[in-house]
């Protein structure tokens, strides 16, 4: 079985400084991970996948997530936050027949 | 479509009343999702159809929720005698294969009153 535990459910950082949003996994089958992305009164966006090839997965907007098996961890980080970064993000598992969610992590960007 | 498409976005229900909520996938996507988010939770998995074969149906709260997917396109997900306890956004999801990103729909946010 798969499970995914996102260890802030929020996290504030003030714009310009770095981001990191974690995220620990469980999971009987190679795993695949995602990161998705969901601003106010939006829908989800992948933010980017890692599926056995590279650990180090870079996606969109600057956003990157490493793949630590020894560690269960896929951390998602970003050097510099950006206002419109402000949104909750969700760390997702999948190896069998569902994509297993995280609770959320809302996070928040300060002027 | 380009997109998974839901219908409708709003929907406004009675207590005990019928719902159904509409999914459209993305074109030749096999895989299809029904989710559920109620304000401040996380994402509610509630059944996943793949092909062919059998619905995982696991996720289904109460027999008061039924789904259905015709000719491996479209979904229907109906919640029979809604409670206030129903209202959430639904979303549907779409794969091609059960380890490539979902695509996700805008929703159905379903309010029982």
């Known amino acids: 079985a798969q499970s995914v535990t996102q260890l802030d459910s929020h996290v504030s950082v003030s714009e310009g400084t770095p981001v990191l949003l974690r995220c620990n996994y469980s999971?009987?089958?190679?795993?695949?991970l995602f990161w998705y992305v969901q601003h106010p009164n939006k829908g989800l966006q992948l933010l980017l996948k890692y599926t056995s090839a590279a650990t180090l997965v870079k996606g969109i907007n600057g956003f990157e997530a490493e793949f630590k098996k020894s560690e269960t961890s896929f951390h998602l980080t970003k050097p510099s936050a950006h206002m419109s970064d402000a949104a909750e993000y969700f760390c997702?598992?999948?190896?069998?027949?569902?994509?297993?969610f995280g609770a959320g992590t809302i996070l928040r960007v300060k002027s | 479509g380009a997109g998974v498409s839901q219908s409708p976005s709003n929907k406004v229900t009675e207590k005990g009343k019928d719902v159904e909520l509409r999914c459209d996938p993305i074109s030749g996507h096999t895989a299809l999702y029904w989710y559920r988010q109620s304000l401040g939770q996380g994402l509610e998995f509630l059944i996943y159809?793949?092909?062919?074969?059998?619905?995982?149906k696991s996720g289904l709260p109460s027999d008061r929720f039924s789904a259905e997917r015709t000719g491996g396109s479209v979904s229907t997900l109906t919640i029979q005698r809604t409670q206030q306890e129903d209202s959430a956004v639904y979303l549907c999801?779409?794969?091609?294969?059960?380890?490539?990103?979902?695509?996700f729909g805008q929703g159905t946010r379903l309010t029982v009153v």
């Open positions: 999971s009987s089958y190679s795993p695949s």
């Open positions: 999801a779409s794969t091609n294969q059960g380890n490539t990103e979902a695509f």
């Open positions: 997702v598992v999948t190896g069998g027949n569902k994509l297993v």
């Open positions: 159809f793949q092909g062919n074969s059998a619905p995982d």
